[in-house]
């Protein structure tokens, strides 16, 4: 993979002016007037290559040629790409990461000294103990559930903007089975019984260090409560009367998009 992945905070350095494409994020950077404070490669994990990385300081004027383009909204504008775990936008997401994993891994977790790198890999070793530290990866579960009339329950999180609404998504709990996960979460945040649980789709998440693990499901019994503390608003919607969604690129618009293509 030529080229090297640029981050400032949450965002991805890119030419300015360029529309964002798959090919774009693979155009070599040359930042050398901003200070760098951590640079790094990993192995790809679809082939003997290797992934480049340089974490930007989050004080730094960027060059009036480069813009920096949030993550988030790099993955939307590439949803088309995503599904392909060897392509540039899974060399990115790998990239951001492991670029936020190591800026929280620089101690051991059990004598504090400050960790090494590990020469064999993407992981950590303390000097002093001997602990080993690996890229964090939380399992998270989201869910598009259906009813009898073909309905999907969506639900307006507090940390949404106003109007949007969403899939049931919550982290999987030690000693937690993923479906467990997900009829847990579904009860605790809209006080409803599901069955027919069933994977569907996952997805690398960095935000921060998720794999989302997208399900359906099917409405059982109860009646949609909200639980009050997350969940402000939640209802059955039928495929014409939706309200504001996800934008393209994330795992709970794949699963509405599947349900209102009569794939699910």
Request: net charge negative; with cysteine; proline share 8%.
């Amino acid at each position: 993979m030529s080229g090297v992945y640029y981050f400032q905070k949450d965002s991805l350095l890119l030419p300015a002016q360029e529309d964002i494409s798959g090919p774009v994020l693979e155009i070599p950077l040359n930042i050398d007037n901003v200070p760098v404070i951590d640079r790094f490669t990993v192995p790809a994990l679809a082939d003997k290559g290797v992934i480049s990385c340089a974490m930007v300081s989050p004080e730094a004027e960027l060059p009036s040629d480069i813009q920096a383009v949030p993550v988030r909204q790099v993955l939307a504008l590439l949803a088309s790409h995503i599904a392909d775990s060897t392509g540039p936008v899974a060399g990115m997401l790998r990239a951001f990461h492991i670029g936020q994993w190591r800026a929280e891994s620089q101690f051991c977790g059990r004598c504090g000294s400050k960790n090494a790198d590990d020469p064999g890999g993407p992981a950590r070793i303390c000097p002093a103990c001997a602990r080993m530290e690996f890229p964090r990866i939380t399992p998270a579960i989201i869910t598009i559930i259906i009813n009898d009339e073909d309905k999907a329950l969506l639900a307006h999180n507090k940390k949404f903007v106003p109007g949007m609404y969403s899939l049931i998504a919550g982290f999987a709990e030690a000693g937690e089975n993923l479906e467990a996960a997900v009829a847990r979460e579904t009860r605790e945040e809209v006080n409803i019984e599901i069955d027919s649980i069933r994977y569907i789709v996952s997805q690398s998440w960095p935000f921060p260090y998720a794999l989302m693990i997208g399900f359906c499901a099917r409405h059982v019994s109860g009646t949609i409560t909200p639980d009050g503390t997350e969940i402000e608003d939640a209802r059955w919607f039928g495929k014409n009367e939706l309200p504001l969604l996800p934008g393209p690129g994330s795992v709970s618009r794949i699963l509405i998009d599947r349900w209102l293509e009569g794939k699910m």
